[in-house]
Each structure stands twice: as structure tokens, then as C-alpha cells.
């Protein structure tokens, strides 16, 4: 057994998901309520943590490679922590592989990182990963600063259980975290300077509590609530199922000036039979009347999704379909990806594996298709008038960043602040982003 100095500084690495960004954030709080200070670069850091995704194989790679990067030139490594959902699924392994790993803590249970740290320095290896996902959120500690963004989870894990899908096995069961909790940290992000929210959950839709006055709320309650805080500009959500859009949250999209015009709402596949092999409970004809009802309410919403191409036993022509779903809808931007067998899902010991050549090729028509959706999203913005929150600097002098109601980065020059909201005309379209001029306030 041997100690080590207790570490001073410290750096946390988030892979994947927006919810990870939202736990690394967390964790530093944690640890530097602590006494540690943030280090910008991991190689300053005498603690890393590595907050780790396990949703496709490639991210579970990454970790390792990432743990082999610590390695200095002296042969020392800092202390090494891995969190997030690799630790969970894989947490035995990584220790057994990784002896340069000295803590392992699931994404429920990293409110006791420094205490692990302090074992850890000890000498003594740590892991942990209870699920008692409401232990974690009261043992953290209160928000304080923020950007002009800020991420806020409001519910974890998923009871949907999809085939091809880690996240029930790796977040647990889905949780509601109490709507009284949401609105004092969401309070406490605005006091710290955040003007946009993004309301967080594997399933955010499917949120449900009790409001202030004891109330059976959904997601549009909470919305409404957060809406109310005359400080508070912007609310998004994000990620939806399509059976938990309720009638109030769509109906919101209408009435809620504050929610952004933007739902990304996964549908996975365009064809039925793959879509219930895939245990989606939804099917296309009931995905699009969901999106038909959410244009009714907000003519201008902007789509976005995630498709999964090349899941087993997907043909060409039920692949053609998913093609004809994205003609079909017009997705603003959109999220791609191969299907990964990931262990313990019923997926992977599915028949009919789809080749790897084959899957390159669907992907690469998919995203040649949302691509092409993209850039005509952008253009047909142009000669539009619209707000943008500036979020940082950009690279020209005078320049600013930020972004519009519908998710777009928009570039502009003129007087501005990190955190002002400022009036745009939209000019100029390229795939990934805009360029505005400004428009004076009306008085
Ligand atoms: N809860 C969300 C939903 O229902 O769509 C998604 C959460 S998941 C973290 C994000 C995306 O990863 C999924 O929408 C899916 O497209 C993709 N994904 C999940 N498992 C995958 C797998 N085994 N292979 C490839 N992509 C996967
Ligand atoms: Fe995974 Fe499906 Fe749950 Fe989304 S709904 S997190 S894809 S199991």
C-alpha cells in the first residue's frame, strides 16, 4: 500500500452526453468546495477525472487511451479517478486493467469523490457504484457561478429499455429530482449569472412532480414555474421520447414565450419493424403526428434527432425508409450514429449483424441527407430577425458568439457583453453557422 501526497489540484475530463457535462460541472464544485483548485490542463492537475461515457464502443476505447495519456515523462501518473457510466458497467475491469486507476465512481453515487480521493491518497483503491440517485443530488454543494448557459438535470436513468441501449443498466431506474429542488438550484444558476437553461434527463419529458402547492406536474409545469424568474431569459430541454410528449408540453411550446423553438426528438429508424425490434413503443406514423401537433402550436419550431443506422437485421429497403422519414420532416440538425453492440443488451446477441462496410455507407447517405436539410435550415433563416444570447468572443476583433432561438450559432460585430441578449438580422448561412448584423433595440 503506498500514499501519496492528497491532492491540491485537479481536472475533470467529460465524455459524451449534455447530463455529463452537467456531473463534471458538479463534481468540481465538489472538489473545489474541498480546497482544490481547477487546473485548466490535465497534465498541471495531480488529480484527473475521467468522466466517462459507455454509450458506443469507441468511447469506452477513448478511456483507456486517455488513462495510457497520464502517463508522464517520469513514468508518474496523477492520481486517476474514472466516473460516468464506464465506471459503472465496467468498473471491475477498469480496475483489474488499469492499475494506474485509483478510484472508479458510478454517475449515482460521485458525491463521495473527495472522500474516495482521501482513500485513494490513503493508499487504499476505491469503487463505488450504489444507486441512490437523491443521496447524490442533496449531498452536493449549492451552485454558484454560471455562464451564460447553464445545464440543470431535473431527471436520470430510463425504464425504456430499447435493445441496443446502456443507459437503464448504467444511469438505473428513471427518477424525478423534486420540482422545489429544481427551482432553488435554477434560482441560484440565474443569481450566477446563467440567462439560458437547458433542463436536462435521458428522458426529460418524462419528469413529472409536485408543484409549490402540491400539484401532480409534468415537464410543462416545471417549465412554466422557471419561466416566472423575470431574470431567467431562455429554457430548453433536451433528450425527449416521443410517447412522453404530453399535451401540456406541447401545448406549451405555443404559450411559453421563454421556450426556445427548438425540440430534439429521437426516432432512431424509419421503419416500423425495426423500430420495434428496437423496443421504441413508438412508430413512425405516431412519431410524426407528434411533430405535426408541435408545428401546429410553433409554426417555427427547428427539429432535430438521433437515428441509429445498421441495427441488426436492418435491410436496405427498411433503411430507405429512414431516409424518407428525414425528406419527410426537414430536421434542422440531427445526431447520426452506427449501431454499437454494447454488452448486456438484448441487441447484441440479436441475429443479423449488419457488416461494417455496410453500415459506413448507410451513415454516410443519412448524413448526407440531414447535411443538406442543415444547409437549407441556415439559408432559409437568412433575412430573418431574431435575439441571440451571446455566449463568448469570437475570433475577430469586435466579434461575438452566440446562439439563436433555434440552436444555431450565430457570429456577429458590434458592442456586446457575454450574457446580452442581442437583436440580429441573419445575413449570411454557411452549414454550421450564421452571420447577423445588429439591429438596433426597439425603444
Ligand atoms: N433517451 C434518448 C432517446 O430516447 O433517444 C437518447 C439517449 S442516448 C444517450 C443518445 C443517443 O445515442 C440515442 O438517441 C441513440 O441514437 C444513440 N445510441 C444509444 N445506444 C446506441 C448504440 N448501442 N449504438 C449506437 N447508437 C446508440
Ligand atoms: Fe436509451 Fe431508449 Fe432510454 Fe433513450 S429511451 S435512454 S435510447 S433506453
Given amino acids: 500500500m503506498s500514499t501519496t501526497t492528497p491532492p491540491k489540484t485537479f481536472h475533470v475530463k467529460s465524455f459524451g452526453c449534455q447530463m455529463n457535462v452537467y456531473d463534471g460541472e458538479r463534481m468540481a464544485e465538489l472538489l473545489t468546495a474541498q480546497g482544490l483548485t481547477a487546473a485548466d490542463a490535465r497534465d498541471d492537475a495531480d488529480l484527473v477525472v475521467l468522466n466517462t461515457c459507455h454509450i458506443r464502443e469507441k468511447a469506452t476505447e477513448k478511456v483507456y487511451s486517455d488513462i495510457g495519456r497520464l502517463r508522464r515523462e517520469d513514468g508518474s501518473s496523477p492520481l486517476i479517478a474514472v466516473a460516468g457510466c464506464v465506471a459503472q458497467a465496467e468498473g471491475a475491469e477498469i480496475m483489474a486493467r488499469a492499475p494506474s486507476v485509483k478510484v472508479v465512481v458510478g454517475p449515482q453515487a460521485y458525491h463521495r469523490l473527495p472522500d474516495m480521493v482521501a482513500e485513494a491518497a490513503a493508499g487504499k483503491r476505491a469503487t463505488e457504484t450504489d444507486m441512490p440517485a437523491e443521496a447524490k443530488f442533496a449531498a452536493l454543494p449549492k451552485r454558484r457561478r454560471s455562464g451564460p448557459t447553464a445545464f440543470l438535470t431535473v431527471q436520470e436513468g430510463c425504464d425504456k429499455f430499447c435493445t441496443y441501449c446502456v443507459v437503464p443498466y448504467t444511469r438505473g431506474a428513471e427518477i424525478s429530482r423534486p420540482f422545489t429542488d429544481l427551482v432553488e438550484e435554477a434560482k441560484?444558476?440565474?443569481?450566477?449569472?446563467?440567462?439560458e437553461i437547458t433542463l436536462l434527463g435521458q428522458n426529460v419529458n418524462a419528469w413529472e412532480g409536485e408543484d409549490d402547492k402540491g400539484r401532480a406536474v409534468g415537464l410543462d409545469g416545471l417549465i412554466r414555474a422557471l419561466a416566472a424568474d423575470p431574470d431567467l431569459a431562455r429554457i430548453r430541454y433536451t433528450t425527449s421520447h416521443p410517447n412522453d410528449m404530453t399535451d401540456g408540453l406541447i401545448a406549451a411550446h405555443g404559450e411559453v414565450d421563454k421556450l426556445m423553438p427548438f425540440l430534439h426528438l429521437p426516432v432512431q429508424a424509419g421503419n416500423d419493424r425495426v423500430l420495434r425490434a428496437m423496443n421504441r413503443s413508438h412508430s413512425v406514423d405516431s412519431y410524426l403526428k407528434v411533430l405535426d401537433r408541435v408545428r401546429a402550436t410553433r409554426p417555427d419550431i427547428a427539429l432535430s434527432g438521433d437515428f441509429i443506422v445498421g441495427f441488426p437485421g436492418e435491410t436496405d429497403a427498411e433503411f430507405e425508409d429512414t431516409l424518407r422519414l428525414v425528406d419527410a420532416v426537414g430536421y434542422a440538425q440531427a445526431f447520426s450514429f452506427?449501431?454499437?453492440?454494447?454488452?448486456?443488451?438484448?441487441?447484441?446477441?440479436?441475429?443479423?449483424?449488419?457488416?461494417?462496410?455496410?453500415?459506413?455507407?448507410?451513415?454516410?447517405?443519412?448524413q448526407d441527407a440531414l447535411n443538406r436539410d442543415q444547409v437549407a435550415f441556415n439559408r432559409a433563416s437568412v433575412g430573418r430577425t431574431c435575439d441571440v444570447l451571446v455566449e463568448r468572443r469570437g475570433k475577430l476583433p469586435g466579434q461575438w458568439l452566440g446562439k439563436s432561438p433555434w440552436l444555431?450559432?450565430?457570429?456577429?460585430?458590434?458592442?456586446?457583453?457575454?450574457?446580452?441578449?442581442?437583436?440580429?438580422?441573419?445575413?449570411?448561412?454557411?452549414?454550421?453557422?450564421?452571420?447577423?448584423?445588429?439591429?438596433?433595440?426597439?425603444?
Wanted: glycine share 10%.
Fill in 188 to 195: 441560484l444558476l440565474v443569481a450566477g449569472g446563467a440567462r
Fill in 408 to 443: 444555431q450559432s450565430v457570429h456577429f460585430i458590434g458592442d456586446a457583453q457575454i450574457g446580452d441578449i442581442v437583436r440580429v438580422e441573419l445575413v449570411e448561412a454557411g452549414a454550421n453557422s450564421l452571420a447577423g448584423t445588429v439591429l438596433p433595440r426597439a425603444a
Fill in 338 to 366: 452506427k449501431y454499437s453492440a454494447r454488452p448486456g443488451t438484448p441487441a447484441a446477441t440479436m441475429a443479423d449483424h449488419v457488416a461494417a462496410e455496410v453500415m459506413d455507407e448507410r451513415l454516410k447517405r443519412l
